[in-house]
């Protein structure tokens, strides 16, 4: 049984400070905060979902903010850089932007493609990226018009500790197709317009160090509940231990480690961010899941306070 993944469903990171982070994401670049919920597993933490306007998989990063993470160190076993899809002709655009925002970046060639590569203030590798590929993103803030407007992710660098094993599972588990070597890197492609090009960097790295300013898992699209259970049965036959499906309200989930020490998970495209609030009040309010809705005041009182805000550099 030979199955394809459309791509990447989400990345998160771990970060230190949740108004720093919402100020980055949204303020920054741009993104709509269209998520802001709690860590299912540790609810007086903040489980913060950034996308396009309305969230498609391929567009969402998702941060857990917490002031006490001790800083991590990005290396193999994980997620090296988070590459995003910006429209053609809009590459100066960013330049100024991040300029204006005191962002220092620097440009780098892969594939034939030119990448702005900059930091976010946890030191997450970001990259931007100039494609025509992917839908525009109508979500206006700040001085973002739709036309120079992130549309999602392109892909992402992967760090492997072990790159002909890592290449094994993209390529005979998940379904991608390898396009070849260049610069260092192999590449890979899968079906999607957005977050489709994964680049797997076959030049040794430092060993990763979980922690904040580092990416916990990329997670890969399936179709639905059914098809998660086939990627189950799939992994199962393959001889990895992914984890039991387990419910994230806006999609369901497993994990598995893949050969490289990066932790992969597989979830749904359906149901998405709009099973709890309206597409108009994405990200507006805390939202909860059902098993925490009688914790909601005490929660409401411990998480600091965070708003989405135009910033300073904007006005
Ligand atoms: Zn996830």
Same mark, same amino acid.
Request: charged share 25%.
């Given at each position: 049984m030979s199955k394809r993944t459309m791509g990447i469903?989400? #990345?998160t990171a771990m970060v230190n400070y949740p108004q720093r982070n919402i100020d980055f994401y949204a303020g920054v670049l741009g993104l709509r905060l269209i998520k802001k919920t709690i860590n299912f597993? +540790?609810? =007086? !933490?903040?489980?913060?979902?950034? %996308?396009? /306007?309305?969230?498609? *998989?391929?567009?969402?990063?998702?941060?857990?903010?917490?002031e006490k993470q001790l800083k991590g160190r990005i290396g193999t076993g994980q997620v090296g850089a988070t590459s995003y899809v910006i429209p053609k002709n809009s590459i100066e655009f960013w330049e100024n932007r991040l300029e204006k925002f005191g962002v +220092?970046?620097? $440009?780098?060639? +892969?594939? %034939? =493609?030119?990448?702005?590569?900059?930091q976010d203030p946890d030191g997450? =590798? #970001?990259?931007?990226? =100039? +494609?025509?590929d992917g839908p525009i993103n109508n979500w206006r803030f700040g001085g973002i018009q739709p036309e120079f407007a992130i549309k999602g992710f392109g892909g992402a660098i992967l760090l492997s500790a072990e790159p002909d094993k890592s290449a094994n599972v993209l390529e005979d588990v998940l379904g991608l197709e390898c396009l070849g070597k260049e610069d260092g890197f192999h590449r890979f492609k899968s079906?999607?317009?957005?977050?489709?090009?994964?680049d797997m960097k076959l030049t040794p790295s430092v060993r990763g160090l979980k922690g904040a300013g580092t990416v916990h898992h990329i997670a890969w699209r399936a179709k639905d509940e059914e098809d998660l259970h086939k990627w189950r049965t799939l992994l199962l036959s393959k001889g990895y231990k992914p984890t039991e499906i387990l419910d994230r309200n806006y999609f369901k989930a497993l994990y598995f480690k893949e050969e490289g020490g990066i932790l992969f998970e597989i979830a749904t495209d359906p149901p998405g961010f709009t !099973?709890? /609030? *309206?597409?108009?009040? &994405? %990200? $507006?309010?805390l939202m909860l899941p059902s098993w925490l809705e009688s914790k909601r005041d005490e &929660? /409401?009182?411990? &998480?600091?306070?965070?708003? !989405? $805000?135009? &910033?300073?550099a904007d006005n």
């Open positions: 469903h989400h #990345i597993e +540790r609810p =007086e !933490v903040y489980h913060l979902y950034f %996308g396009n /306007e309305s969230g498609e *998989p391929g567009t969402v990063i998702t941060f857990f903010p917490w +220092r970046f620097i $440009q780098s060639v +892969r594939f %034939g =493609e030119k990448y702005l590569i900059f997450l =590798e #970001i990259e931007l990226v =100039e +494609r025509i079906e999607a317009q957005l977050g489709n090009l994964i !099973v709890d /609030e *309206p597409l108009n009040e &994405l %990200g $507006q309010k &929660l /409401e009182n411990t &998480l600091p306070t965070v708003k !989405v $805000q135009v &910033l300073d």
